[in-house]
């Protein structure tokens, strides 16, 4: 794999999520625990959480919330942890060919 694919391949900063559409995120949400989640949302940017939030099914939302209100305390390696985990389930994603990059942008390919 040459040193370009490989860039292709990678998912930088929490913030590059909001490159994502709504399938795209919907695959990373799916793909992602749920703890993973709500705190990752707990330090992530509120527009990329707010994105992400609004493609869960609505009782996975509710969990996610509950789960954020339960881990407001924790550590704050502990939430930057789970970010960095979120970006790692988004380049398996990319890997998997799941989500494909088309410039800056992020999209969910259909699953055959």
């Known amino acids: 794999m040459s040193r370009e ?22 695959y990373l949400c799916n793909e992602t625990p749920p703890q993973t989640l709500a705190l990752a949302f707990l330090i992530g940017d509120k527009k990329v959480c707010g994105s992400m939030l609004g493609v869960l099914e609505p009782k996975r939302r509710a969990f996610v919330h509950e789960l954020m209100a339960k881990e407001q305390d924790a550590p704050e390696e502990k939430k930057r942890s789970a970010a960095q985990g979120l970006l790692i389930i988004a380049e398996g994603l990319l890997t998997r060919n799941l989500i494909r990059k088309q410039g800056k942008f992020y999209y969910g390919t259909e699953r055959k």
């Open 5 to 26: 694919e490989n860039e292709e391949q990678t998912v930088k900063s929490f913030e590059e999520l909001s490159f994502f559409d709504n399938l795209a995120l919907y």
